[in-house]
């Protein structure tokens, strides 16, 4: 942020008055603009025990496999985010069973809210950011081709809640892979 | 936002392409301007069956009750913003026993992240944005002082729970209040 986004003048960043952390100010008209992370609502759809995943056809990781996802809109609830996406990138109908998984990742400002989806019928097809879609028995998740490792780590232990037939709310935070 | 906060241009309101919804856009350096909503991270602080609620020093609601809540900051977990709003606003060192509620609000684009928070000793004092904070038994609860519905809403359920001796996690969403 260099410019404000109320008057056009130049921001500064620093502490305002009352506050313990930087933000961007504007001197001119003594806007305050704060940043705050964003929330990606997702949905793991289900079908006979089969979990339906979009080959993503935009960037970033673009080509690998993520299960509906997106960043939550002004004016909606995150179960309506959730099921936007999953028709958006699916065109999948589910019905939201529970909040499955939270997961903060703090590193990129970001917290997942996972919900489980019950598909209505085996009807889906790919959505404009997604390259192909499909259903996958547990046995067949392509592990090495999944996008970003919160999926990694809320599909892993979606399959062992399904194994175990028995699932619970998981709640956490999935930090950047080791290099 | 009238300015690109970018490069200072004016901004203007239309769909992007290959986007579904309106976006404040910049026709000067392309920039698209995405808005989303933001966390509210809270803690319920339990001590003995007793709760610990805050007066508000600082607006909307100054002189009304709540738990300690405040907007989830960048580079932070929910917990660790719930865990700083409690030490903030009440001094009250918790422990993080669950994810309680994950509450939704629509209309003014919030979502509400609120966890039961165990008090490690009976010690609390009111922070900057707290006029005073007290530990309350169930039965007296300032329920007409509440600062917000969502306050309200989340606090009603966990009096119902603490009685039962069960702590389920609740989701939803919590409407603005009729008129």
Known sequence: ??????????????VPPGDNLPRFVCEACQAIHYQNPKIVAGCIPEWNGSIL???????????????????????????QAALRETLEEAHADVEIASLYAVFSLPHISQV???????MRSPDFKAGAESLEV??????????????????????????????????????????????
Do not use: N
Not at 64 to 71: E, M
């Open 112 to 118: 997942y809210m996972v919900f489980r989806g019950l």
């Open 134 to 179: 499909q259903l996958f028995a547990p046995e067949t998740i392509p592990w090495g081709l999944l996008a970003f490792p919160v999926i990694q780590e809320t599909l892993a232990r979606y399959v062992r809640d399904l194994e175990q037939g028995c699932f619970m709310l998981h709640v956490g935070s999935v930090m950047p892979p080791m290099r």
């Open 53 to 79: 995943l979009c080959r993503r056809a935009i960037e970033p990781r673009s080509g690998l496999w993520t299960f509906p996802a997106g960043f939550m809109e002004i004016g909606e609830s995150a179960e």
């Open 1 to 14: 942020m260099k410019f404000c986004s109320q008057c056009g003048a130049p921001v500064i960043r620093k």
